[in-house]
Structures are given as C-alpha cells and as structure tokens.
C-alpha cells in the first residue's frame, strides 16, 4: 500500500464525513442555545455546592460543639516536666493517715 | 478579526472542523458536534482569540482539540462519580449511526485507526485528511516536529501493516 492509496482512502473518509456534517447555521445556533442555558445551569451547580458546604460547617459547628471540654482534666506537659519530679512525690501527694491508740483512761 | 469576518472563516472551515472534531471524539458523532459548538462559542464569546501567530485553520483545529479533551476528562469524572442523570455521557467509542453510513473501506480505515495510539492518530490524520504538513499538525497536538515526525512515520507504517493483514 502506497502513500497515495493511504492519502485516497483518508479523502475517502473525508468526503462521507463532509456530507454528514451539520450545517454552520444549525451548529452555531446551538452554540448559542447553549450559552444562554449555561449560566443557569454554573448558578445551580454553585448553589448546590454552596448548600454542601454550609452543610458540612454547621456539621463541624455541632459536633464542636457536643464535646464538653473538663479544664479540671487538663494538664500541660512541657519537655522539662522532668525537672520538676522529686524522688517518692508519690508520697507526698497522699495524706498520711495516722492511726489512733486507744488508751485505757487512767483514773486517779 | 471581525465577527462577520470569523464566521465567514467558521463557514469555510466547517466541513473540516467537523471532520477533526470526529477524529478528536473517537468517531462519536454527538461527542463531536457538541465539542464544535462549545469551541465556536468560545471563539464567538472571546474566550479563545486568534492573534494571527499561526494559520486560522491550525487555531481553530488547537481550540477544538483542546475542547474535546476538556469533555473527554469530563465525560470520564461522570462515569466515575455517580452524575451520569445529569446528561448523557460519551464512552469514547463510535455510535453505532456513524458507522453504519460508512462504506465498507473507510470503515475499515476508521476501525484500523482506532487500534493506535492517539498521538499517532491526531498526526495522521491531519497530514492526510485535512492535507496539512507535519509542522502545521505538530503546532495543532502541540509537539516538537521531531516528536510529529516520529509519530507520522511510527502511525504510517502500523496502519500501512494493519490494512494489509486485514486485505489479506
């Protein structure tokens, strides 16, 4: 197959597609019914993602908010913490309990 | 360029542009009208302008080959996220219309085409359908001349070899 048979066969093929092809006059009023359809169409599609969004913050605003945060139970640890341990603070941190010795009242 | 004088451009190319937007569209004739009418609209609205840097036609074939790739990504976002009510989706194939109007050697040609790889497909078919040089179709794909050169001469002899095991 030569390059001229291969150049025959694409005109060919361009002969049939130019006989199907649509009319210039029907393509760009098409063209044109499109643009007049197309912004509300970008309108709808943002104000469907514009509801999403608001959506997903309130979401995020509620499960915020659901948590209750106990400052009792926080603590902060630094990296130097360390320095601050003393030896048996475990100790120091109970309250001793004493134990009482009932004693026989001495009577005089 | 004028508006007048664009559409005048517009009605002398058409015929050709049709046959590139096919080309661009995998033979999908819906595909293809569809992408010749958002690239005339962007180029009636000024969203695509000629600066007169190269021919008018290798423009106009750049704006629509541009286009049809934006719907070809789209059309694949849609099968792939649940949008397919939103409209009708091209699967990149030929409609079965299209091929059936062919005669029996060009659907040959357009079935044999198909099997290659798409570069070497653009290239091809913008040297031997739309009779453009190498360099023009390697500023409409947007590739070196080098790289259009290869892929013409890589395209010629895999369609050359297809075609004849197929008359054989």
Redesign the interface.
């Known amino acids: 197959?030569t390059?001229h048979d291969?150049?025959e066969?694409?005109?060919?093929?361009?002969r049939?597609?130019?006989a199907?092809?649509?009319a210039?006059r029907t393509?760009?009023a098409?063209?044109?019914a499109?643009?007049a359809t197309t912004p509300r169409r970008r309108t709808l599609a943002l104000g469907a993602a514009a509801i999403v969004l608001a959506g997903v913050a309130l979401a995020l605003l509620l499960a915020r908010r659901a948590v209750p945060t106990d400052l009792a139970t926080v603590r902060l640890k630094t990296p130097t913490d360390f320095l601050l341990a003393l030896p048996n603070e475990d100790l120091l941190r109970t309250v001793p309990h004493f134990i009482t010795i009932d004693s026989p009242r001495r009577t005089p | 360029m004028s508006p007048e004088a664009l559409e005048r451009e517009l009605d002398h190319l058409h015929p050709a542009a049709f046959g590139w937007a096919l080309a661009c569209c995998a033979g999908d004739r819906v595909a293809a009208e569809d992408a010749l009418q958002a690239s005339y609209l962007k180029i009636l609205d000024g969203r695509a302008r000629f600066d007169g840097r190269a021919s008018f036609r290798t423009w106009l074939f750049s704006v629509v080959r541009y286009t049809a790739a934006g719907q070809r990504r789209r059309a694949v976002l849609r099968r792939w996220l649940p949008l397919a009510a939103l409209g009708a989706t091209s699967d990149g194939r030929p409609d079965a219309v299209t091929e059936l109007v062919r005669a029996d050697g060009t659907r040959r040609l357009t079935a044999t085409l198909a099997t290659l790889p798409r570069r070497q497909r653009e290239v091809l078919h913008l040297v031997f359908y739309q009779d453009l040089t190498i360099a023009e179709a390697a500023e409409v794909v947007g590739i070196s001349l080098g790289t259009a050169r290869t892929h013409y001469e890589r395209g010629k002899a895999a369609l050359r070899k297809l075609l004849k095991e197929e008359l054989e």
């Open positions: 197959m390059e291969l150049g066969r694409f005109h060919a093929l361009r049939e597609d130019a199907a092809a649509p210039l393509t760009l098409a063209a044109r499109r643009a």
